[in-house]
Structure formats: structure tokens, C-alpha cells
């Protein structure tokens, strides 16, 4: 591939990176407020927005805890940035039971569970993007749970890396008419 290219799609995701536990809100957010936030950390990778509908569904299915007061806390979006990516390349029943088999054995918090989930998306992001030469081992263990998550984010990187491919040739195509 061309160098232009891949410089281009290099730079495309080298500033991503989706907030820790930590910097999740610490206060309460309504619903279209939770919408929002989490559109706009998911804004970078090109999906399709998450809905208010569709988190009403996601709790109403019980992938989403139930919020309380009306009010969406941590925990919650801890579960929908993850979701609003796994959907785009699993089933909804797929991610669920995923979810389900990673909370089943309680050796994670949802803080550390979700944390590990922002650290091997950015990981193989940035190595699909070009941004490093190698995947890094996050972790310690190589659970079958583990590695079930890790195929499904590589999986979510290919599909961002086909977007972004796609969105740079169609804003280039008048430069490149001698292919």
C-alpha cells in the first residue's frame, strides 16, 4: 500500500483513546445524555450513533443494568461503550452471552473488565493502523474468555480499518483517477 496511505490512516487513529473507569462521569447522566457521551467517545472509530432506543432495549434485554432515578451511572456506560462496539460485528445474543460469561466467574470488577476492554482495543487498533509493530500481551492470564474478547476487538479493528479505508479513498478519488 502506499506510503500516503497508510501515513494517512496512521494519523487517522494515533490521538484515540477511550476513557478509563476513572474518567467516566461521576455523576449521574439521563438518557440522551448517556447518548451523547457515548457517541462521542465512539465518534473517532465511524459507527453508526447509539440510540436512547436502543439503550432502552439493551436494558429492558438486561445487557444494560436498569438505570436508577432515570439516571445512568459508571457502571452502565461501562457496558454500552463496549456493546455499541461488539454489536457492529456480533450478534446482539452473542455479546450478551459474552458479557455474561466474562461478569460469571466475579474475578473482575466491572472497573478492571472494562479497563482491559479500552486497553486491547486501543492495543490492536494502533497495531492494525500501523501506530505499532506488535500486538502487546495485555494481562496476565489466557483465559478462553480472554480470548474470546480478543477476537471479537480484532475483529471490531478490521471493520473501523475497512471504514476508514473506504472513507480515505472516496475523499481522494479525484487524485487518484490514474489507478
Known amino acids: 500500500m502506499d506510503k500516503k496511505i497508510l501515513d494517512a490512516l496512521s494519523c487517522s487513529m494515533g490521538g484515540f483513546r477511550l476513557p478509563r473507569y476513572k474518567d467516566l462521569p461521576k455523576q449521574g447522566l439521563y438518557l440522551e445524555q448517556t447518548t ?59 455479546v450478551s452471552n459474552l458479557f455474561t460469561l466474562l461478569h460469571s466467574n466475579g474475578r473482575y470488577s466491572n472497573a478492571v473488565a472494562y479497563d482491559y476492554f479500552c486497553e486491547e482495543l486501543e492495543n490492536i487498533l494502533y497495531f492494525r493502523f500501523g501506530l505499532k509493530d506488535t500486538i502487546d500481551k495485555i494481562g496476565v492470564s489466557s483465559a478462553l474468555e480472554k480470548e474470546m474478547l480478543h477476537s471479537i476487538i480484532t475483529a471490531v479493528s478490521h471493520i473501523v480499518y475497512l471504514n476508514w479505508c473506504f472513507r480515505y479513498i472516496s475523499n481522494n478519488e479525484e487524485d487518484d483517477s490514474d489507478y
Open 36 to 94: 451523547q457521551y457515548v457517541n462521542a467517545c465512539l465518534e473517532p472509530l465511524g459507527f453508526d450513533d447509539l440510540t436512547s432506543s436502543m439503550i432502552r432495549n439493551y436494558v429492558k434485554q438486561g445487557i444494560v443494568d436498569h438505570p436508577v432515578r432515570k439516571l445512568y451511572y459508571a457502571d452502565q456506560i461501562a457496558h454500552l461503550i463496549p456493546l455499541a462496539l461488539l454489536k457492529q460485528v456480533a450478534p446482539l445474543d452473542t
